[in-house]
Structure formats: structure tokens, C-alpha cells
């Protein structure tokens, strides 16, 4: 079945303790992003990948990193975590063939930090 | 700066009539748009999408116009059902590029 995983679904943590949500498809999709939901602000992309090695940040990358060593996985990390980063996490994967842009995405990751 | 704007919160409609939901974007550099619907605890799901060089995109009872010289897109669902009530989210990006900016969303309501 062709879908995008995230983990942990759900997570609770304290500021400034590290945190990796994965994320990995298994569609062999050469786009990834990360996203953040918010009441009000719709979905916000964090960064974006558009192959192996190369990362961009989107609208909101601040207090986040990304990692794409293989075509798979896109995983997110917050190095020193802070409560306005509580918040609903969507990764999603797409490709260049086909139907571009029309982005797959994964069941969410809530996070909250106390 | 919201560069996909979809001004209604909600929308409530009656069983068999129609939905229009709208969406209104400022960059004129975007030549993609697509429509995502999302239920609760699950992530989005591609619904429909359109090009720039079209004004109109038909998919069953989804049907997605675009009005480039008013940057506006809405979202045409004949007739509704109650299955549709969700929360839909307009979203416009660039040809090649996967910098894909999202509106904040329409939650609609489908009453039997």
C-alpha cells in the first residue's frame, strides 16, 4: 500500500529537550516537505526536499533541521524545542512524474511542549 | 504575509445543493493550484487541482474554476453529500519549484 509514515503520532516533551519525528514513503517520491498545522494559519511548509542531499527552507524553518540522506525519509528534528513550536506535524512526499505537486501526505504528529 | 487567503472559517450547506468554497491568492508567479480535503486525524488528501493556462478543471462532482486577473479559485461541489463535511484547504505553488503555500482552511458542513 502506497503511504507516507510519520512517528511518533503523538508526543509530549519539555522545552530544550531534543526531539526527531521520521518520516518515510514508500512511492520512491523524489519531493518531501514538513508542515506545520495551526488553528487559523492553515498548514505552514517548514522545509522541503526535492531529492536526495538537497533541502530548502520554506515559509516557517526557523528552530527546525532536516535531514535527506536517503530518497525515503525526511525526518524532522528540533534541536532545543520551545512551546510555540506545539503544533500539528504533517509530512507529505510527491513526484516529478505524473502528477506533480499533488502531495501525499502522512496521519500527523501532534507535539506539545511544556 | 498569507499569500493564499480562504476568508470563510465554515460553510454549512444542505444535502444535494451545492458548495462553492473560494479561495483568493496575492503572488501572481503561481501557476498550480490544487484543493486538499482533510477529516479529523488523518492528514490531507488531494482532491483536485487546475493549471494556470486553464479556467476550469471537472472531476465528477468537484469542479475547480480559476480567475487569474481577479487571483481567485473556487471549489464547486455538485451535488454535496454528507460524506463531503470536512475541512477543505486551497493550496498554489510554481511549476518546478515545491515551495507549495496553503490557505487556512474551510471546514464544510453537509446536512442531511
Known amino acids: 500500500e502506497a503511504q507516507v509514515t510519520q512517528n511518533p503520532r503523538y508526543l509530549i516533551t519539555v522545552t530544550g529537550k531534543k526531539l526527531t519525528v521520521t518520516c518515510s514513503q514508500n512511492?520512491?517520491?523524489?519531493?518531501m516537505s514538513w508542515y506545520r498545522q495551526d488553528p487559523g494559519l492553515g498548514l505552514r511548509q517548514i522545509y522541503y526536499?526535492?531529492?536526495?542531499?538537497?533541502?530548502d527552507k520554506g515559509d516557517v524553518p526557523e528552530g527546525y533541521k532536516v535531514s535527506r540522506k536517503e530518497k525515503r525519509n525526511f525526518p524532522l528534528i528540533l534541536e532545543s524545542p520551545s512551546p510555540n513550536q506545539t503544533s500539528l506535524y504533517f509530512c507529505?512526499?510527491?513526484?516529478?512524474?505524473?502528477?506533480?505537486?499533488?502531495?501525499?501526505f502522512g496521519p500527523g504528529t501532534r507535539l506539545t511542549v511544556t | 504575509d498569507q499569500q493564499v487567503k480562504q476568508n470563510s472559517p465554515s460553510l454549512s450547506v444542505q444535502e444535494g445543493r451545492i458548495s462553492i468554497l473560494n479561495c483568493d491568492y496575492t503572488?501572481?508567479?503561481?501557476?498550480?493550484f490544487l484543493w486538499y480535503k482533510k477529516y479529523p486525524a488523518e492528514g490531507p488528501t488531494f482532491l483536485i487541482s487546475?493549471?494556470?493556462?486553464?479556467d476550469k478543471n471537472e472531476d465528477g462532482r468537484f469542479t475547480v474554476f480559476l480567475n487569474k486577473s481577479a487571483k481567485h479559485l473556487s471549489l464547486h461541489i455538485v451535488p454535496s453529500q454528507p460524506g463531503d463535511s470536512a475541512v477543505y484547504f486551497c493550496?498554489?505553488?510554481?511549476?518546478?519549484?515545491?515551495?507549495?503555500?496553503f490557505g487556512a482552511g474551510t471546514r464544510l458542513t453537509v446536512k442531511p
Open positions: 507529505a512526499s510527491s513526484t516529478r512524474q505524473g502528477r506533480p505537486y499533488e502531495q501525499y
Open positions: 512511492m520512491n517520491h523524489e519531493y
Open positions: 526536499s526535492m531529492n536526495v542531499e538537497v533541502t
Open positions: 503572488n501572481s508567479m503561481f501557476d498550480y
Open positions: 487546475i493549471s494556470s493556462i486553464k
Open positions: 493550496a498554489a505553488s510554481r511549476v518546478n519549484n515545491n515551495d507549495m503555500r
